[in-house]
C-alpha cells in the first residue's frame, strides 16, 4: 500500500512539473523576436531565439523581449553648428537601427544572420547594457553627436562652396561634401558604444542640410529685392531717364502704383 501511494505521489508531481512546464515555463519567441533571460545560478545572460522553449524553474528569469527588425525612422530635423560656429539645420533618416553586426556588406550580413552565437550576442547587449524600451530616444543621442562631430571638422564655405554670409550670399550644396560627411557619420556610428557596447547596426541618410529657417527667409528676401531692384533699373535705363532726381521720383511712383494695383486685384497697365 505504501509503495503504491509513494508511486502515485511521484506521477503526480512528475505531472505537476509537466504542467508547469507547459504553461508557466513554456516560451514561445516570436519570428523576428528574441527572448533574453538570466540565469539565476551563473549570472549570465542568454537568449531564446524564435521557436518553442522551456524555461527551468527557479533559474531562468525572464529579463527582455527585443525586436530583430530593421527599426528605421525619420526624426526631426536639428540643429548643429559648423567648425566657424555657423549654425545648420540637418535632415537625416535612420535607414538602419537593427539588433546586428555593423556592415554595409550584404554578404557579412547574411552570414551573421545565419551565425545564432553571435545575434544571441548582440541581442544580450541590447536587452543589458540599456534601458532597451528607451533605445530609440538613446540612440538618437549618439546619432546627434556623430553628426555634430563631423560638421565641427568642417567650415560652412566648404560645405557651401563660394558663401559669403557677411554679404548675404549662400553657395550650392556641395553634394561629394555631402555624401563624404554621412560616409564619415556612418564610419563613427560603426565604432561607437551604440555599436560596440549595445549591440546595435546604425546607418544614417543625411538628406539635406542648409541655414536654419528664419536665415533662409532673410536670404530669399535679399535675393528677391536685388531682382525687383534690377528689372526697376532696367525699366528707367529704357526710358532713357539720366537725372537722379527723376529716377527717384519715377520709382516712387511705380512702387506706387503696384500697391494700389495689388489693393484693388487689378493688373497695372502701360500707358499709351
Same mark, same amino acid.
Given at each position: 500500500?505504501?509503495?503504491?501511494?509513494?508511486?502515485?505521489?511521484?506521477?503526480?508531481?512528475?505531472?505537476?512539473?509537466?504542467?508547469?512546464?507547459?504553461?508557466?515555463?513554456?516560451?514561445?519567441?516570436?519570428?523576428?523576436?528574441?527572448?533574453?533571460?538570466?540565469?539565476?545560478?551563473?549570472?549570465?545572460?542568454?537568449?531564446?531565439?524564435?521557436?518553442?522553449?522551456?524555461?527551468?524553474?527557479?533559474?531562468?528569469?525572464?529579463? =527582455?523581449?527585443?525586436?530583430?527588425? @530593421?527599426?528605421?525612422?525619420?526624426?526631426?530635423? #536639428?540643429?548643429?553648428?559648423? &567648425?566657424?560656429? %555657423? *549654425?545648420?539645420?540637418?535632415?537625416?533618416?535612420?535607414?538602419?537601427?537593427?539588433?546586428?553586426?555593423?556592415?554595409?556588406?550584404?554578404?557579412?550580413?547574411?552570414?551573421?544572420?545565419?551565425?545564432?552565437?553571435?545575434?544571441?550576442?548582440?541581442?544580450?547587449?541590447?536587452?543589458?547594457?540599456?534601458?532597451?524600451?528607451?533605445?530609440?530616444?538613446?540612440?538618437?543621442?549618439?546619432?546627434?553627436?556623430?553628426?555634430?562631430?563631423?560638421?565641427?571638422?568642417?567650415?560652412?564655405?566648404?560645405?557651401?562652396?563660394?558663401?559669403?554670409?557677411?554679404?548675404?550670399?549662400?553657395?550650392?550644396?556641395?553634394?561629394?561634401?555631402?555624401? =563624404?560627411?554621412?560616409?564619415?557619420? @556612418?564610419?563613427?556610428?560603426?565604432?561607437?558604444? #551604440?555599436?560596440?557596447?549595445? &549591440?546595435?547596426? %546604425? *546607418?544614417?541618410?543625411?538628406?539635406?542640410?542648409?541655414?536654419?529657417?528664419?536665415?533662409?527667409?532673410?536670404?530669399?528676401?535679399?535675393?528677391?529685392?536685388?531682382?525687383?531692384?534690377?528689372?526697376?533699373?532696367?525699366?528707367?535705363?529704357?526710358?532713357?531717364?539720366?537725372?537722379?532726381?527723376?529716377?527717384?521720383?519715377?520709382?516712387?511712383?511705380?512702387?506706387?502704383?503696384?500697391?494700389?494695383?495689388?489693393?484693388?486685384?487689378?493688373?497695372?497697365?502701360?500707358?499709351?
Amino acid at each position: 500500500m505504501g509503495n503504491i501511494l509513494f508511486l502515485l505521489g511521484m506521477v503526480g508531481m512528475i505531472l505537476m512539473i509537466l504542467v508547469l512546464l507547459l504553461t508557466e515555463y513554456r516560451v514561445e519567441v516570436k519570428p523576428a523576436t528574441a527572448m533574453v533571460y538570466n540565469n539565476r545560478w551563473t549570472g549570465c545572460a542568454n537568449t531564446f531565439l524564435p521557436g518553442t522553449h522551456f524555461m527551468v524553474p527557479g533559474i531562468h528569469q525572464r529579463l =527582455e523581449e527585443v525586436t530583430l527588425r @530593421n527599426e528605421a525612422r525619420n526624426p526631426s530635423n #536639428v540643429m548643429l553648428f559648423t &567648425g566657424d560656429g %555657423i *549654425e545648420m539645420e540637418v535632415d537625416y533618416i535612420i535607414r538602419r537601427q537593427q539588433i546586428g553586426y555593423p556592415s554595409t556588406d550584404p554578404v557579412l550580413r547574411a552570414r551573421f544572420a545565419w551565425d545564432p552565437r553571435l545575434l544571441r550576442e548582440r541581442a544580450v547587449m541590447a536587452a543589458t547594457a540599456i534601458d532597451y524600451k528607451s533605445r530609440n530616444d538613446l540612440i538618437q543621442t549618439r546619432i546627434v553627436a556623430a553628426l555634430q562631430m563631423a560638421l565641427e571638422a568642417r567650415a560652412f564655405e566648404e560645405l557651401f562652396p563660394g558663401s559669403n554670409l557677411g554679404a548675404g550670399v549662400v553657395g550650392k550644396i556641395d553634394k561629394y561634401k555631402k555624401d =563624404e560627411l554621412e560616409a564619415e557619420v @556612418n564610419a563613427e556610428l560603426a565604432r561607437d558604444p #551604440v555599436t560596440q557596447e549595445w &549591440g546595435f547596426a %546604425i *546607418e544614417v541618410d543625411i538628406e539635406d542640410y542648409d541655414l536654419p529657417e528664419k536665415l533662409r527667409k532673410v536670404r530669399e528676401t535679399r535675393v528677391s529685392a536685388e531682382m525687383e531692384g534690377a528689372a526697376l533699373k532696367s525699366k528707367m535705363d529704357a526710358l532713357g531717364v539720366a537725372d537722379p532726381e527723376t529716377k527717384r521720383w519715377l520709382l516712387i511712383a511705380d512702387a506706387a502704383s503696384d500697391a494700389i494695383g495689388r489693393a484693388f486685384g487689378g493688373k497695372k497697365t502701360d500707358k499709351k
